[in-house]
């Protein structure tokens, strides 16, 4: 019965932002190392960007490098992902998913991950 649930997705023209939640129900995230992931219509699963337990090292992919921010409140058992500047290609529908211990690794960034929440839509408009 453990979920994530994300949320804040949404329509929004180029160069506008958004800000995802990803919410825990059924088990604390604050030990564990966090992942994005997007997934545009007919592509592959795409790393977005991944955080450690504590919330104080982060990694991005180098598309997204510069304009979004992954963050987390242990406190709320949330992790969001602030999404600025967006572009069309951005459009995806966007996961949040749970590594398996503290930090993440190649693995974390690689999507080899076992609990992941059902995604929000994101578009971008052009």
């Known amino acids: 019965q453990v979920q994530l649930v994300e949320s804040g997705g949404g329509l929004v023209q180029t160069g506008g932002s958004l800000r995802l939640s990803c919410a825990a129900s059924g088990r604390t995230l604050s030990t564990y190392a966090m992942g994005w992931f997007r997934q545009a219509p007919e592509k592959d699963r795409e790393f977005v960007a991944a955080i450690n337990w504590s919330g104080d090292s982060t990694y991005y992919t180098e598309s997204v490098k510069g304009r979004f921010t992954i963050s987390r409140d242990n406190a709320k058992n949330t992790v969001y992902l602030q999404m600025n500047s967006l572009k069309p290609e951005d459009t995806a529908v966007y996961y949040c998913?749970?590594?398996?211990?503290?930090?993440?690794?190649?693995?974390?960034?690689?999507?080899?991950?076992?609990?992941w929440g059902q995604g929000t839509l994101v578009t971008v408009s052009s």
């Open positions: 998913a749970q590594d398996g211990s503290k930090d993440y690794t190649m693995a974390t960034i690689r999507g080899y991950l076992e609990l």
